[in-house]
Antibody, heavy 121, light 107 residues
């Protein structure tokens, strides 16, 4: 059974950094692209970032480009999101998600339960 | 960037009704369109991929259709457990983009 477990969400002040982690199990992790998708309180889904199977390709939404960095460690079945220069508008539940393919992103067939990031002074 | 517009933003229907949600893309995305269901307090779940293919385990009362810029999600015979917000998502080109969501409620 596929499991995606996010961690690292916290209350942080504007301008600070935070690192989210996602531990994956139940599938061959290094065969699939992984995503981070966020959802602000009461709002819709927003794609944030994608990393392909071997970290050879990454992509970011304009809203986080230059501030967030996605990475993965296939030996540890984990994907990460390093967030810098956090803003109040980054407040959201952050979901780790698995793609059905290895490449640049297509269909997400599994989602984690999410971790809450709150940016406030 | 491709903009995805869903309509309506919310709807209220009776159990057993046929419900249709529309998703419009700002440009031709062929059939690179997926649908997700999100129940209150839960993570999204996959529903339909490539415009019309049901994800494993999804009840057959759900169906998808469309191509290019116009897509539909239909629930044939709305059930109480279908109360959720539904999102479309394109993957024709990056950035991946979601529609704003359609909240489905029971009358």
């Amino acid at each position: 059974e596929v499991h995606l477990v996010e961690s690292g969400g916290d209350l942080v002040q504007p301008g600070r950094s935070l690192r989210l982690s996602c531990a994956a199990s139940g599938f061959s992790f290094d065969d699939y692209a992984m995503h981070w998708v966020r959802q602000a309180p009461g709002k819709g889904l927003e794609w944030i970032s994608t990393v392909n199977w071997n970290s050879g390709f990454t992509a970011y939404a304009d809203s986080v480009k230059g501030r967030f960095t996605i990475s993965r460690d296939n030996a540890k079945n984990s994907v990460f999101l390093q967030m810098k220069s956090l803003r109040p508008e980054d407040t959201a539940i952050y979901y780790c998600a698995k793609d059905v393919h290895y490449g640049s992103g297509s269909f997400i067939d599994f989602w984690g339960h999410g971790t809450l990031v709150t940016v406030s002074s | 960037d491709i903009q995805m517009t869903q309509s309506p933003s919310s709807l209220s229907a009776t159990v057993g009704d046929r419900v249709t949600i529309t998703c419009q893309a700002s440009q031709d995305i062929r059939q690179y369109l997926n649908w997700y269901q999100q129940k209150p307090g839960e993570a999204p779940k996959p529903l339909i991929f490539d415009a019309l293919n049901l994800q494993t385990g999804v009840p057959p009362r759900f169906s998808g259709g469309g191509s290019e810029t116009e897509f539909t999600l239909t629930i044939n015979g709305l059930q109480p457990e279908d109360i959720a917000t539904y999102y479309c998502q394109q993957y024709y080109i990056l950035p991946l983009s979601f529609g704003g969501g359609t909240k489905v409620e029971i009358k």
